[in-house]
């Protein structure tokens, strides 16, 4: 079955950078893309970053310049490289997936998610 697990998550200082990892575990047929979400206390989640098949990348326009997603195919790792991070940036990451089935279903995944907080 399809597993995300996310890590490098933690606490750091306003300025500061951070790497997240997103490993995925279990075959998937259809992938389309991964990204990267999160969620603020009282707020709603909101993409961040995606990156699809053929390695095309999209930004938030509040982490552009400061944010990269890139990716691994050889081991199913996708990261975000996170710079000049600001307190607005503490949030739960969360890695995402989504694909389209053998009957052109849309399908996706979630991972468990990973405390990023910014202190200032």
């Known amino acids: 079955q399809v597993q995300l697990v996310e890590s490098g998550g933690g606490l750091v200082q306003t300025g500061g950078s951070l790497r997240l990892s997103c490993v995925r575990s279990?075959?998937?047929?259809?992938?389309?893309?991964m990204g990267w979400y999160r969620q603020a206390p009282g707020k709603q989640r909101e993409e961040v970053a995606t990156?699809?098949?053929?390695?095309?990348?999209t930004y938030a326009t509040f982490v552009k310049g400061r944010f990269t997603i890139s990716r691994d195919t050889a081991t199913n790792t996708v990261y975000l490289e996170m710079n000049s991070l600001r307190s607005d940036d503490t949030a739960v990451y969360y890695c995402?997936?989504?694909?389209?089935?053998?009957?052109?279903?849309?399908?996706?995944?979630w991972g468990q998610g990973t405390q990023v907080t910014v202190s200032s």
């Open positions: 990156i699809s098949v053929s390695g095309d990348t």
């Open positions: 279990g075959s998937i047929f259809g992938l389309r893309s």
């Open positions: 995402h997936v989504q694909g389209r089935d053998s009957r052109w279903f849309p399908f996706d995944y």
